[in-house]
C-alpha cells in the first residue's frame, strides 16, 4: 500500500502555489523554474508509480526547460523504451500537479493506482538529470523528495542533454539483451556516437572546422566530451560555451534564436568564416539548426527541413546500393511548420507524411515506416529504423564489394542515429557524414530547394481553445468562418499558404505564413494575424 503518512509529511514541504494550474503537454510542465517545486515532487511520484506499472523498468525523469529563456524550468518524463510517455498518463500528472491539498494528494495517487491498475508492491526505478539552469538543484531535490515518498530507487545522471537521459533510459533497459543500446552510461553515449562516425568517415578527405553554438548550455560540455573523442575525424570549434554566467542561457545564440529570427547569433559575427559551416544548440541540446555567410556576408540558414531532405535522400541513396531498394521503404514525417517547398522536394522522391505539432505525433508516424525520418522545421528530429529493417540489414547477404559498403554504412547510421529521440549531437555527426560522402558546403547542400520566405507570429488571444483544427492542424474547425476567410487572404499570393493553430507550450496562437516573396509572405502572416485578433 501507500506510504500515506510520509507522502504527507514530504508533501507538507512542497505546498501547490494556490493562483497556478498546471499542464502537461508537448513539452511536459513548463512555466518559471520558481513556481514549479510541487510540481516536481509529484512528478517523482508519478515517475514512481510509472515504474511500477511498467513492472519496475527504468523510467526517466529530464529537468529542463530547453530552448525556453533561463528563468523557466520544466520536467518531462521518458518511458521504459527511451521515448515520450505515454499519453494516457499524461493526464494523471496533470491531475496530481493541481491537487489542492496533502489530502487531496492522497486521494489522487490512490485515484490513479486504482484507474491505471498498478500494483504497488512492485519496485520503482527512475533515472533523472537536468540541464544547467540555475533553478536546477532545488527543482531536482524536490523531485528527489517525491522519489522518497513513493519508495523510488532512484539514479541520477547529473547535469547532462535530453538525449543522453533519453538514451540512458533505454541502454538500462536493455542492458545483456540481445537488442542492447550500449553502455548504460555518458561515456557509453559518446562511445557509442563517436565509433560510428569514426567508421563512417574512415577514408573520407579531412572536414573543415565547424563551429558550433552550444546556446551557453548543457550542450556545451557534452560538445566538449565529442570534440575530445572525434579528434581529427571532425575538427570542432566551440563557441558560447559559458554555463555560469547568469541570464545568457539561450540569450541571442541557440538553435531557437536562429531559426525564429533567421539571424546569425551577434557572438559569432566575427568567428565565422564566409563559406564555413556553423551550427547552434538549444538549451538542452535536442535541437539542431545549420547556417554559413555566403561569400557576400549574406546569412542562411539551414533548419530541420533541410536537414530532413539531406539526410532522407542520402539514406534512400544507400539503399539502393546496398541492393536492398524494395525491401526497405523510407519517408518522411512533418508537420504543417514544413516548408513547401521542402515538401514538395521530398514528395516528388518518397512517400511524405503530414501530422500535428508535437514529437510524439511525429514519432509514432515515423515508426510505421520501415525507415522514418522525422524532423520539425525548427530542427527537433531523428531517424527511426524498424526492428524489421534492423533485421533485414543483419541478414542481407551483399553481392558486391558496393553493396557490401552500403550496407555497412547503414548499419553504422542506425549506431550513430540516436533513435529514442531528436539529438543535436547525433543530428549534427549524421550530417557531417552525408556532407562528406557527397563532398557538399553548406552551399550545395542549401541548393537541393529553395526556401519559401515564411514569417511565424504569435497572437495574443482571449481564448485559444477557442481555435479548432483539422487535417494536422492546416486548415481550422472554429472559430466558425475563419478558415474561408484565411483561404480568401491566402489566394491572393503566389505560393500563398497560411495556417493558424493553438500553441501547446504558450498561452498563444501562431499564424505561419510563406509565399513567393519574402514582403508578400510578411504581409499575409499580418493580414491574417488581424483576422484572428
Ligand atoms: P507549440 O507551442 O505548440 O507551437 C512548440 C514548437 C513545436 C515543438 C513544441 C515542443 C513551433 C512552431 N512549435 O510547440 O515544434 O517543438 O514547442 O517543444 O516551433
Ligand atoms: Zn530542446
Known amino acids: 500500500g501507500l506510504a500515506v503518512e510520509e507522502i504527507k509529511s514530504l508533501s507538507e514541504a512542497h505546498p501547490k502555489p494556490a493562483d497556478i494550474q498546471f499542464q502537461y503537454g508537448t513539452a511536459g510542465f513548463r512555466t518559471l523554474g520558481s513556481v514549479l517545486d510541487s510540481v516536481m515532487f509529484r512528478v517523482g511520484i508519478i515517475a514512481g508509480l510509472r515504474s511500477k506499472k511498467c513492472d519496475g523498468r527504468t523510467v526517466g525523469v529530464m529537468v529542463t526547460a530547453s530552448h525556453n529563456p533561463e528563468p523557466d524550468n520544466g520536467v518531462k518524463l521518458v518511458d521504459p523504451k527511451g ?38 508492491s512492485k519496485p520503482a526505478k527512475v533515472v533523472y538529470a537536468r540541464d544547467t539552469r540555475p533553478s536546477g538543484p532545488t527543482l531536482v531535490s524536490a523531485l528527489e ?32 539483451e ?21 567508421k563512417l568517415v574512415t577514408g573520407r578527405p579531412a572536414a573543415s572546422p565547424l563551429i558550433i553554438d552550444c546556446a551557453n548550455g548543457v550542450g556545451a560540455p557534452a560538445a566538449e566530451k565529442l570534440s575530445e573523442l572525434l579528434g581529427n575525424s571532425l575538427p570542432i570549434i566551440l563557441e558560447n560555451t559559458d554555463i555560469t ?8 545564440c541557440g538553435a531557437d534564436y536562429v531559426k525564429t529570427s533567421q539571424k546569425l547569433p551577434p557572438s559569432l559575427a566575427n ?6 559551416r556553423a551550427c547552434s544548440l538549444d538549451g538542452d541540446a535536442d535541437r539542431l539548426i545549420y547556417f554559413y555567410l555566403d561569400n557576400r556576408g549574406a546569412f542562411h540558414m539551414l533548419d530541420g527541413d533541410k536537414i530532413a531532405a539531406l539526410v532522407a535522400a542520402f539514406i534512400v541513396e544507400l539503399v539502393k546500393l546496398a541492393g536492398l531498394e524494395g525491401l526497405i521503404k523510407v519517408g518522411v514525417v512533418q508537420t504543417a511548420y514544413a516548408n513547401g517547398a521542402s515538401t514538395k522536394y521530398l514528395s516528388e522522391r518518397l512517400p511524405v507524411k503530414c501530422v500535428p505539432t508535437g514529437v510524439k505525433h511525429l514519432h509514432h508516424a515515423a515508426e510505421r515506416y520501415d525507415v522514418g525520418v522525422y524532423f520539425e522545421a525548427n530542427g527537433h528530429g531523428t531517424v527511426l529504423f524498424s526492428q524489421v529493417t534492423m533485421e533485414t540489414l543483419a541478414q542481407h547477404q551483399p553481392l558486391s564489394p558496393a553493396q557490401s559498403r552500403a ?17 543535436a549531437l547525433s543530428d549534427m555527426l549524421l550530417v557531417e557524414v552525408v556532407l562528406s560522402y557527397k563532398s557538399y558546403s553548406g552551399i550545395e547542400w542549401d541548393s537541393l530547394y529553395v526556401d519559401l520566405p515564411n514569417r511565424l507570429v504569435k497572437v495574443v488571444v482571449a481564448d485559444r481553445n477557442a481555435f479548432k483544427t483539422e487535417d494536422a492542424e492546416r486548415r481550422l474547425v472554429s472559430p466558425e468562418g475563419l478558415q474561408q476567410k484565411i483561404e480568401g487572404l491566402m489566394n491572393r499570393y503566389q505560393s500563398g499558404r497560411s495556417f493558424v493553430r493553438p500553441s501547446g507550450t504558450e498561452d498563444v496562437v501562431r499564424v505561419y505564413a510563406e509565399a513567393a516573396i519574402k514582403s508578400q509572405a510578411d504581409e499575409l502572416a499580418f493580414r491574417v494575424a488581424g483576422l484572428v485578433y
Not at 98 to 116: F, G, L, P, R, Y
Not at 245 to 252: H, Y
Not at 407 to 423: F, P
Open 245 to 252: 554566467t547568469k541570464d545568457v542561457l539561450n540569450n541571442g
Open 407 to 423: 550496407l555497412e554504412h547503414l548499419i553504422s547510421l542506425t549506431e550513430l542515429i540516436n533513435q529514442t529521440v531528436g539529438d
Open 178 to 198: 540481445r537488442c542492447s543500446y550500449g553502455e548504460d552510461s555518458e561515456e557509453g553515449y559518446f562511445s557509442k556516437l563517436g565509433d560510428a562516425f569514426k
Open 271 to 276: 568567428k565565422l568564416q564566409p563559406g564555413q
Open 145 to 176: 523528495d517525491g522519489f522518497k515518498a513513493i519508495g523510488v530507487e532512484p539514479r541520477n545522471a547529473g547535469v547532462t542533454t535530453t538525449p543522453v537521459l533519453h538514451y540512458l533510459v533505454r541502454a538500462i533497459n536493455t542492458k545483456g
Open 83 to 120: 521515448e515520450m510517455l505515454e499519453a494516457s498518463w499524461e493526464s494523471y500528472a496533470t491531475r496530481l500537479a493541481n491537487a489542492t491539498t496533502n489530502d487531496e494528494v492522497i486521494k489522487t495517487i490512490e485515484s490513479i493506482v486504482e484507474t491505471a491498475k498498478i500494483d504497488l
